[in-house]
């Protein structure tokens, strides 16, 4: 199956640590999402690249959070010094787009609890 | 922040009924798309309709667009247990080169065997 992918699927840290969560997006597609979503919410865009470059970051973004997309292929995302308030099912979307409109596939999500 | 809302929240019928959700939004769209999501889990796309269509069909789902009213309804007809999930609206924003969904509250769906 060539579908995105997410590892871990599920992760429980401490407050303060810091966690780093991977994305494999469908390898033809150029564009890559982040998505944070909380209990009885919908999906809430953090960050989104095309290729290797991050074109635009959400203010939900604060600077404890970081992602990378190198060579354009994965992507990681970090939270340095967690914070209960970081518990959210974080979720990895990529697409193609050229022209038109294209729908985004989502991977399965990283469930994170801070305690 | 979310772009719109999403009514009902929740919705339960019985198996073999059809089950009609709407979505409101707040600025212009290139398109608007439903997903699904099981309990806890990723989102599966349903269907996409674009800002200058006003309805599109996909198996037994059905969505409408009024873009003068920014709202948007799904109908899944004759219902199955298999179609309990959460359904989302999202839009993606006329003026956006990121091409990002703002996704609405969603609806919670109980189907009843």
């Known amino acids: 199956d060539t579908g995105v992918s997410q590892d871990p699927r599920h992760k429980i840290t401490k407050r303060g640590q810091n966690v780093t969560f991977r994305c494999d997006p469908i390898?033809?597609?150029?564009?890559l999402y982040w998505y944070r979503q909380t209990l009885g919410q919908g999906p809430e865009f953090l960050t989104y690249f095309q290729n290797e470059a991050q074109l635009e970051k959400s203010r939900l973004l604060s600077d404890r959070f970081s992602a990378e997309r190198p060579k354009g292929s994965f992507s990681t995302l970090e939270i340095q010094r967690t914070e209960q308030g970081d518990s959210a099912m974080y979720l990895c979307a990529s697409s193609y787009r050229d022209f038109g409109a294209y729908e985004q596939y989502f991977g399965p999500g990283t469930r994170l609890t801070v305690t | 922040s979310q772009q719109g809302e999403e009514d009902p929240q929740a919705l339960s019928i019985q198996e073999g009924e059809n089950a009609t959700m709407n979505c409101s939004y707040k600025?212009?769209?290139?398109?608007l798309q439903w997903y699904r999501q099981n309990s806890g889990r990723g989102l599966v796309h349903l269907i996409l309709i674009r800002s200058n269509e006003r309805e599109k069909h996909s198996g037994r789902l059905r969505v409408t667009l009024d873009t003068s009213k920014k709202s948007s309804s799904l109908l899944i007809t004759a219902s199955r247990a298999a179609d309990t999930a959460s359904y989302f609206c999202a839009t993606e924003g006329r003026m956006d080169s990121s091409y990002k969904l703002i996704f609405g509250s969603g609806t919670r769906l109980l189907v009843r065997p």
């Open positions: 600025t212009s769209i290139n398109n």
């Open positions: 390898s033809e597609h150029n564009r």
